[in-house]
Structures are given as structure tokens and as C-alpha cells.
């Protein structure tokens, strides 16, 4: 079998994704990155995806990306994240009205083309091939789908239909740690693959509400994703290198700081209360 060591990784230029893909390639994996083009109103992570993949590519890493086109069907599909829908919710990542922003069934539509292209991988090359997301402990409360009990069902079913695919395997390192894990994982691999993590975490694009100001695009600072992102920089002392914006244009570090310390503060005193 071959030496070489393959992964396939779903990709959409977010802070766990791009981390996880750091880090399979400071481990010394050929990556083959998936983006999907779902109809999302973010897409404009998919143009990021496009410029954090060619800026590693230049750096001469073993990578290879592409951008799969499913956007057919964003007029079928009810969420508040595809274009169309309705307006994205803001609050804490753990509030539950993020249920929200849950795209049906996104993450087994996504693994059915992840595992149909690391299994030809597979057999192409005559070796074994990891399916690598960047699902977090974060994810589980509001996307079912993010959880091992789903992942282990959807590769159950997998090896059930194809042969030989038990030269696939997945690979979660994040599923039961934070999200300022994930950054301190990706931030490690940055350092280990001499690259300024500050520049790479400024390519990455994690809001569900893109502002547009003055012909640039921007993150906003309310929404659950940008809040989940923030509270992880937050979390690790460090200032997020991303650019945040509201409607009246943008907004320095300092103000998406206090934001999300506030949101922060009001949900812990909101779970105080429920639990007596």
C-alpha cells in the first residue's frame, strides 16, 4: 500500500475547518479540501476557502481544493442561512433559537460526497484515507448532526453500501473539546508549519451575516458564529485578526470584545436561573 498519507476534509473557511486542515497538514497529509456551495447567504467564505487554499498551495503544502456546486438546491431547503430564508438569529451560540440556523440533513449530503471521494482516493492509490471535519463539543446542542451518535450511524451505513470502505476512516479531533481548542490546535500548527497564525486566521471568515461596506465584506460581531468565533480568542487572551463590521460601518477590537463579554455574561446568568 501506498506510504503517502491521504485526507479528505470538509472545508468552508471557517476557523475549525481551516484549523483542522492546519493541522492535517503539519501531521504530513496530501489534503483533498471539499467547500460546498449550498446556496448560503455567507458564501463569501467560499471565496475565502479559495484564498486560504491557494495562499498554502504557494507555500508549497500538498493541498488541493475544491468547491462542489449544490446550490439547486437552496430553493427546497428551510433554514435560516440559505438565501431566501429568514433573517439569521443573534445571540449566543447556545441559545436555542440557533436551531435555526440548522440546514437539514447538510452534514450527511456533505459526508455522502466526502466519503464517495476518499474512498476513490482510497482505491486509487491503494491506501487508506481519513475523512477529517472540524465538528466541536460546541456544535452539539444545536446541530445533531455534529455528534458522534450521528457519525457513527452515517459510517455504519456507508461501509454498508460500498465496497472496500473500510479503507476510510473519520477523523474528530475536536468532537469533545471548545472551540478555543480547536484555535489553540490550529494556532500550534501554524507555528510548527512556520506560518504567522494572525495572517492565516485573518483569511477565515466565520459569520452566518456578512456586511458589505465600501465595496468590502466584513464579519459582524452578533451572530451566534461570530460570537463562538470571538469568545474563543477571547478565551486564549489573544485579539481575533478577522474585521468586524455593524451597519454603521467598522468596528475596532475593542467593541467586538465588550459585545461579546456581554452576551457572554447575560447567557451564563440565564443558565444560573433555569437551574434553580
Avoid at 450527511?108 to 463539543?137: P, R, T, W, Y
Avoid at 445533531?144 to 456507508?158: I, N, T
Amino acid at each position: 500500500m501506498s506510504k503517502r498519507k491521504y485526507a479528505v476534509v470538509s472545508f468552508s473557511g471557517g476557523m475549525d475547518s481551516s484549523s483542522l486542515m492546519l493541522r492535517l497538514l503539519d501531521d504530513g497529509y496530501e489534503v483533498t479540501a471539499l467547500s460546498f456551495d449550498y446556496g448560503q447567504k455567507h458564501k463569501v467564505e467560499l471565496d475565502k476557502a479559495r484564498s486560504l487554499a491557494d495562499y498554502l498551495k504557494l507555500q508549497n503544502f500538498k493541498l488541493h481544493h475544491q468547491v462542489i456546486k449544490i446550490d439547486g438546491l437552496a430553493k427546497l431547503l428551510h433554514s435560516t442561512l440559505i438565501n431566501g430564508g429568514d433573517n439569521v438569529p443573534q445571540g449566543h451560540y447556545h441559545e436555542s433559537n440557533m436551531r435555526l440556523t440548522v440546514v437539514p440533513n447538510r452534514n450527511k449530503i456533505f459526508s455522502s460526497i466526502l466519503q464517495a471521494v476518499a474512498l476513490s482516493i482510497a482505491k486509487a492509490n491503494d491506501c487508506e484515507v481519513l475523512i477529517a471535519m472540524g465538528v466541536h463539543a460546541g456544535d452539539h446542542a444545536t446541530y445533531p448532526d455534529c455528534r458522534q451518535l450521528f457519525r457513527d450511524k452515517d459510517y455504519e451505513a456507508f461501509v454498508a453500501g460500498n465496497w472496500d470502505a473500510e479503507r476510510v476512516k473519520y477523523y474528530l479531533p475536536y468532537i469533545d473539546y471548545n472551540k478555543a481548542y480547536v484555535l489553540k490546535d490550529g494556532i500550534s500548527a501554524c507555528e510548527s508549519l512556520g506560518l504567522d497564525y494572525e495572517e492565516i486566521y485573518g483569511m477565515t471568515f466565520t459569520s452566518y451575516i456578512p456586511i458589505k461596506y465600501d465595496n468590502t465584506i466584513y464579519s459582524d460581531y452578533k451572530s451566534a458564529s461570530s460570537i463562538g468565533r470571538i469568545e474563543a480568542f477571547l478565551a486564549l487572551e489573544l485579539k481575533d485578526p478577522a474585521a468586524y463590521a455593524d451597519e454603521l460601518g467598522p468596528v475596532s477590537w475593542k467593541i467586538v470584545k465588550e459585545h461579546t463579554q456581554k452576551v457572554i455574561a447575560e447567557f451564563n446568568c440565564k443558565q444560573a436561573k433555569s437551574v434553580k
